[in-house]
């Protein structure tokens, strides 16, 4: 079974950089044909899918976070990171490791195994 864990701080500041670290067992993030992706959920509101890093290293983005968004990985730890530049209070949310086989979902049945989430506050 693919476990995935979510770990990073729970407050930033705003206009700071938020990053979060997946670690990955069960499964390699450098084979297979599946997507490993960041969701985020903020209050009130729906799931939102951030992006994306395949077994090959090829990199996705939601259009509208393209700009302050990257994945990166470390095949080495099994891990994959998320890093959001310039951060508001909009960036607020829980966020989710998850992995499936296609891109964008906004529901968990769009992936096959998430991670538990982090609460993570943009605040001063």
């Known amino acids: 079974q693919v476990r995935l864990q979510e770990s990073g701080p729970g407050l930033v500041k705003p206009s700071q950089t938020l990053s979060l670290t997946c670690t990955v067992s069960?499964?390699?993030?450098?084979?297979?044909?599946?997507?490993w992706s960041w969701v985020r959920q903020s209050p009130g509101k729906g799931m939102e899918w951030m992006g994306a890093s395949t077994a090959s290293g090829s990199t996705y983005y939601k259009p509208s976070l393209k700009s302050r968004t990257s994945i990166s990985r470390d095949t080495s730890k099994n891990q994959f990171t998320l890093q959001v530049t310039s951060v508001t209070s909009e960036d607020t949310a829980v966020y989710y490791c998850?992995?499936?086989?296609?891109?964008?979902?906004?529901?968990?049945?769009?992936?096959?195994?998430w991670g538990q989430g982090t609460q993570v506050t943009v605040s001063s």
């Open positions: 998850a992995v499936g086989r296609g891109l964008g979902g906004t529901k968990r049945s769009d992936y096959d195994y």
């Open positions: 069960g499964d390699s993030i450098a084979a297979g044909s599946y997507y």
